[in-house]
Nanobody, 123 residues
């Protein structure tokens, strides 16, 4: 069982930056691909970014050039650096872990999920 705990959310103004962190409780963190998803009120959960075991990254089009996903295997942590935030980025952001990713953008392959952290971007 892997526990994921997100932190770093908050209320910011449009154009500001935030860095989300997701700490994993596993000694085999490096063996997992990690993803960030978000869910806004009244909308379905959507893919934001993912990083493979080897560090290859994937992003949804709406965040390319603004968000950066990274991982620190020594700290069992994955990060999401969010720059130039927009009101439409407002959502609960969750991290997820998968041992066998066959589609980084889908929720199905992910085995473990965090509780999420709220990001609110005011206009």
């Amino acid at each position: 069982q892997v526990q994921l705990v997100e932190s770093g959310g908050g209320l910011v103004q449009a154009g500001d930056s935030l860095r989300l962190s997701c700490a994993a409780s596993t000694r085999t963190f490096s063996m997992y691909a990690m993803g960030w998803f978000r869910q806004a009120p009244g909308k379905e959960r959507e893919f934001v970014a993912a990083i493979s075991r080897s560090g290859i990254t994937h992003y949804t089009d709406s965040v390319k050039g603004r968000f950066t996903i990274s991982r620190d295997n020594a700290k069992n942590t994955v990060y999401l650096q969010m720059n130039t935030l927009k009101p439409e980025d407002t959502a609960v952001y969750c991290c997820a872990a998968t041992y066998a990713p066959n589609d980084y953008r889908a929720t199905g392959p992910y085995d473990y999920w965090g509780q999420g952290t709220q990001v609110t971007v005011a206009s």
